[in-house]
């Protein structure tokens, strides 16, 4: 089994073994940064902020975001997978990888019953489950805490796949 997906596959065992009964991460005001005045004590509240600024269907797409805003989330090196990602597909109008809506992992839906919390990992991740049009999902996003607060260092979805291995690959026929 890859790495990747031995990994996700703990993760989620591990969290799965600690219950799921765990409490929402509380709502927090959101500074004109977009990051929560608590994003930096509690990982949970910097994905909950991601959910709330950036629902499954709006105008406003966090992919499409620059860098310095991209970096208030995730790590450097995700960041700029993510700007790369955007910056080929405005360049050639096409998808350049295969990447839907990376919060949700999906390209339409409506989302529902949201929790955002805590796992029970065994490195630093925060787990968020919801209804994607009645159907189940969970998606885990494993964290690093750096000198200017936490940060996505990738994200873990239900059928094995990573957000970084999927951005992290040549694009076809050469683009960015």
């Known amino acids: 089994m890859p790495r990747s ?7 989620l065992c591990a969290i799965l073994a600690f219950g799921l009964n765990q409490v929402d991460a509380s709502q927090s005001s959101v500074s004109h940064s977009g990051v929560s005045a608590r994003a930096a004590d509690e990982p949970s509240a910097l994905v909950r902020t991601l959910y709330d600024r950036y629902p499954l269907g709006s105008k406003r797409q966090l992919s499409s975001e620059s860098s310095r805003v991209l970096k208030h989330y995730f790590d ?9 990602e955007y910056l080929c597909r405005r360049a050639t109008h ?3 990888r295969d990447v839907s809506d990376f919060l949700v992992h999906a390209q339409d839906g409506v989302v529902t019953q949201l929790r955002v919390f805590r796992g029970g990992c065994p490195r630093d991740c925060v787990e968020a489950r919801f209804l994607n049009s009645g159907v189940p999902n969970a998606v885990i996003f494993t964290m690093t805490l750096t000198s200017g607060g936490w940060r996505i260092t990738d994200i873990h979805y239900q059928d094995g796949s990573s957000l970084r291995a999927m951005l992290d690959v040549p694009v076809p026929g050469g683009g960015a």
């Open 94 to 96: 096409e998808i350049c």
């Open 5 to 11: 997906r031995k990994h996700f596959a703990v993760t």
């Open 76 to 84: 450097k090196r995700l960041a700029g997978l993510i700007r790369r």
